[in-house]
T-cell receptor
């Protein structure tokens, strides 16, 4: 199945700053997904990132706050902008993995704490 | 109403017990169904896909009832290593490829 390298694994950031999270996949994938998992909660989709087009954001998430890049079929970044303590979460990227019986593979996550 | 609903638990069971988790989903156009396992501070990992005919993988059995929009997971002969959060996950359907997650059911298997 696909292997995703996600960086950084964790960070502690000052409020008002921005953090860019990277995901690198070892194979070409059409769609990449970015999720947020707040403490004690399940995963919530932030946006879907397609190569060559703007990301599609879910209700409650906007491009100015969570800009996404998808320069090619193996890489994507998510930026958390102008951070506040409420942004403290785990952020995960995911791809549809056709080699895994139509499951989806996840990066190992970025644990973000905003102070 | 949440799109995917699960009993949050926790389920505390002794080793060797059989435990069942249930899940309902609201989008009748959903196409694919999964159970994921998430260990503490780890990313979710696919446990098994769920098919209408039901499917079994060792001690794990998953069932799907499309008419009732209901998914289940049965774990037999529970092991300590089964302790985790089990996420009911649905592919949104109607061209939506992203996953929708239930809130998860926490299982604690005790010696």
């Amino acid at each position: 199945s696909a292997v995703i390298s996600q960086k950084p694994s964790r960070d502690i950031c000052q409020r008002g700053t921005s953090l860019t999270i990277q995901c690198q996949v070892d194979s070409q994938v059409t769609m990449m997904f970015w999720y947020r998992q707040q403490p004690g909660q399940s995963l919530t989709l932030i946006a879907t990132a397609n190569q060559g087009s703007e990301a599609t954001y879910e209700s409650g998430f906007v491009i100015d706050k969570f800009p996404i890049s998808r320069p090619n079929l193996t890489f994507s970044t998510l930026t958390v902008s102008n951070m506040s303590p409420e942004d403290s979460s785990i952020y995960l990227c995911s791809v549809e993995d056709l080699e895994a019986t139509y499951g989806y593979t996840f990066g190992s996550g970025t644990r973000l704490t905003v102070v | 109403r949440k799109e995917v609903e699960q009993d949050p638990g926790p389920f505390n069971v002794p080793e060797g017990a059989t435990v069942a988790f249930n899940c309902t989903y609201s989008n009748s156009a959903s196409q694919s169904f999964f159970w994921y396992r998430q260990d503490c501070r780890k990313e979710p990992k696919l446990l098994m896909s769920v098919y209408s005919s039901g499917n079994e993988d060792g001690r794990f059995t998953a069932q799907l009832n499309r008419a009732s929009q209901y998914i289940s997971l049965l774990i037999r002969d529970s092991k300590l290593s089964d302790s985790a959060t089990y996420l009911c996950v649905v592919n949104g359907g109607t061209g939506r490829r992203a996953l929708t997650f239930g809130s998860g059911t926490r299982l604690q298997v005790q010696p």
